[in-house]
């Protein structure tokens, strides 16, 4: 039986315009692991998905106008698979190298590129600014932001207050949740996923 309190309020869906295309300030607010199906599969039914371990970094503008709006307290994401890191012949270093260098503010060393990329690495970063260079990908009718390029910070700005970074912080609904386990005893953490 439902408490007679309850109340199931109408609520729209948030659409947030693409942002224009730019250079912005930004601040990593988080580092997720999340375990989604592949491409691949990610159609067909449950019991005959795979899945992948996908890292999400979630970053916060810090400054920017669109439209007369302002623009801090805007999250952009960078997902990928989590690999190895590699210079490719074609596109260069992978997106790990970039976010991580960005975040840096420098080249990484041959001898942090010799020991990899390590989960407290990668989460001593969640605080620092980075600049990135926003562009937009098309897919059918709409139209998504996308980082195309990590750019070290020049002048370090006002960092996010815990006011905005809680306003900033997506939060789950418990009944929501990309995590799905192997199996009933497996758990990922970032700290499980080798990146080097």
Do not use: C
């Amino acid at each position: 039986m439902l408490n007679e309190t309850m109340s199931f309020e109408k609520k729209q869906g948030t659409e947030y315009e693409v942002l224009p295309k730019n250079i912005y300030q930004v601040e990593l607010l988080d580092v997720n692991l999340d375990r989604r199906p592949t491409y691949d599969t990610r159609l067909k039914p449950d019991s005959e998905k795979e899945y992948e371990t996908v890292l999400n970094f979630q970053f916060t503008l810090l400054s920017g106008t669109a439209n007369g709006k302002d623009l801090r307290g805007r999250n952009v994401w960078e997902n990928f698979v989590p690999t190895y890191l590699y210079i490719g012949k074609k596109n260069g270093k992978n997106k790990l190298y970039n976010v991580v260098e960005g975040l840096l503010g420098r080249g990484l060393t041959m001898a942090e590129e010799a020991e990899g990329i390590t989960s407290d690495t990668i989460n001593s970063l969640i605080g620092k600014q980075v600049r990135i260079g926003i562009k937009h990908n098309v897919k059918g009718d709409k139209t998504y932001d996308r980082i195309e390029q990590y750019y070290p910070v020049e002048i370090p700005i006002n960092s996010l207050t815990s006011d905005e970074k809680e306003k900033a912080t997506v939060k789950k609904k418990e009944s929501e949740s990309s995590f799905v386990p192997m199996n009933d005893s497996d758990e990922i953490r970032i700290e499980d996923v080798p990146f080097n």
